[in-house]
């Protein structure tokens, strides 16, 4: 299966990309926006139908729901406040670079690092996890399943609130959710063969 499309986060003038969210949460189910709910996109890398945009500004957390229909044929919705409480992470890369956005450690991968904390839409904690990236290079990566524990624990070291243990909050949309139960069911039945 395709890495998700990432959906970006503006803040402080950049363009970070949001890594995770705060367990059992999603923060655009705080904005009034028409969700697909099937996905009507053109391509695996988008199988919810849409990305989204966020930014914070004057501290209020905005979004921008993208619908990919075709390559030719993308719609936007208005910007809305998201009025959502709860933490976020977000990370800041070159932006040649493509790094991955689909499990919480691979924040590590990054430049800098931010897990920011919001009240029904107003920004009031920052909390800068950057240190963990810089932990990380210190990781000697001989032992391939050594390696792979000891980013998930340095991932989270610095975290002050709860995500999930495996699935980021891409995987909890109900799309991911059916395409992961038809997948399944798939490599049973041909298992069974």
Request: proline share 2%; glycine share 4%.
């Amino acid at each position: 299966m395709t890495m998700q499309s990432r959906d970006y986060f503006y803040f402080k003038g950049q363009r970070f990309t949001l890594i995770d969210v705060e367990k059992g949460k999603q923060i655009i189910d705080y904005g009034r926006f028409n969700i697909p709910k099937e996905s009507r996109s053109y391509c695996s890398r988008c199988w919810r139908g849409y990305e989204a945009i966020y930014s914070v500004e004057k501290k209020q957390l905005w979004g921008i729901i993208k619908e990919n229909f075709s390559l030719d044929d993308e719609r936007c919705s208005n910007k809305k406040p998201v009025y959502f409480t709860g933490s976020c992470i977000i990370a800041l890369d070159d932006e040649t670079k493509l790094n991955n956005s689909d499990f919480l450690e691979t924040y590590l991968d990054y430049k800098y690092a931010y897990e920011l904390h919001f009240t029904r839409g107003i920004l009031n904690k920052i909390n800068d996890i950057s240190q963990a990236i810089q932990e990380a290079k210190e990781i000697n990566e001989s032992d391939r399943d050594d390696y792979l524990k000891k980013r998930e624990l340095l991932a989270r070291k610095y975290l002050k609130y709860n995500y999930d243990q495996h699935n980021t909050y891409k995987w909890r949309y109900p799309a991911a959710v059916k395409l992961e139960k038809e997948l399944i069911s798939f490599w049973e039945s041909r298992r069974k063969r």
